[in-house]
């Protein structure tokens, strides 16, 4: 089962403001109504979950992707803020049966132990199920938000290092291995082994990305496929709901 940590609720949404403020968005996945993605987002159910520790800034950006996360494969996230942790986040690190875990560079995280990855791989075979933590953020601003925040310095860091440059082009990276935030997450659950559910994440991101492309730069959409392993996924999801129903 999808851990069901609470339900990512967003905040009232204020028009956003920057380029592209007059075009008509679709309220849930925030994309121009044109190319909502919201008929093919994928319920995903792993033994895995997200936690967004997100900057202010990012709340409101249409390019963010880690709603694509929380869409499909469930968590929660948090406004950092510096002086009031978030008690949900405290709440569930606190808890026995989840395995919280770090998603950052070990090397900007100094004060963590150093995590041995089969020790921390073989917390999960013992049931506890991972809760990866991401900070949503620029580097500059994630560096920030981790020095003040004391109770990420206890935990298991899991360093992300990308196979392949990112394929995310609507915000230029600093750095060509920058991953945005749903590659981050697909790379995390290709690690437990939940690859099928990566390969679903993959797709997800690859058609919020082209389609964002296609309205800014009037191109036409090449995800097809990933559009049809989309529908697929969920006509298979409803049969297998279906059968379960008295
Ligand atoms: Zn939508």
């Known amino acids: 089962m999808a851990a069901n940590l609470s339900t990512p609720v967003f905040p ?29 987002t994928p319920s995903i159910d792993v033994p895995a979950s997200f936690w967004l520790l997100m900057h202010y800034n990012e709340q409101y950006k249409p390019t963010n992707t880690g709603r694509l996360l929380l869409n499909s494969v469930g968590g929660g996230r948090t406004i950092w803020q510096r002086t009031e942790p978030d008690f949900r986040l405290l709440h569930l690190l606190a808890r026995e049966n989840r395995y919280p875990i770090l998603v950052y560079p070990q090397a900007m995280a100094p004060i963590n132990p150093v995590a041995d990855q089969e020790e921390m791989l073989a917390q999960l075979k013992q049931g506890r199920e991972p809760v990866f933590i991401l900070l949503d953020a620029t580097w500059q601003q994630s560096r920030k938000m981790y020095n003040h925040s004391p109770y990420l310095h206890t ?12 394929r995310y082009s609507l915000r230029r990276a600093q750095k060509e291995n920058h991953l945005c935030t749903a590659e981050v997450g697909a790379e995390c659950l290709t690690w437990t082994g939940e690859t099928e559910a990566a390969a679903l994440i993959g797709d997800y991101f690859e058609v919020f990305n082209e389609r964002y492309q296609a309205v800014r730069y009037s191109t036409p959409c090449s995800d097809i496929e990933a559009v049809e392993r989309l529908r697929s996924y969920r006509i298979q999801r409803e049969l297998l709901t279906d059968k379960d129903l008295p």
């Open 12 to 40: 009232r949404r204020r028009p956003f403001l920057a380029k592209g403020a007059n075009i008509s968005r679709c309220t849930d996945c925030l994309m121009p109504v044109s190319v909502c993605i919201c008929g093919i």
């Open 155 to 166: 935990l298991p860091v899991l360093g992300i290092t990308p196979q392949a440059a990112s």
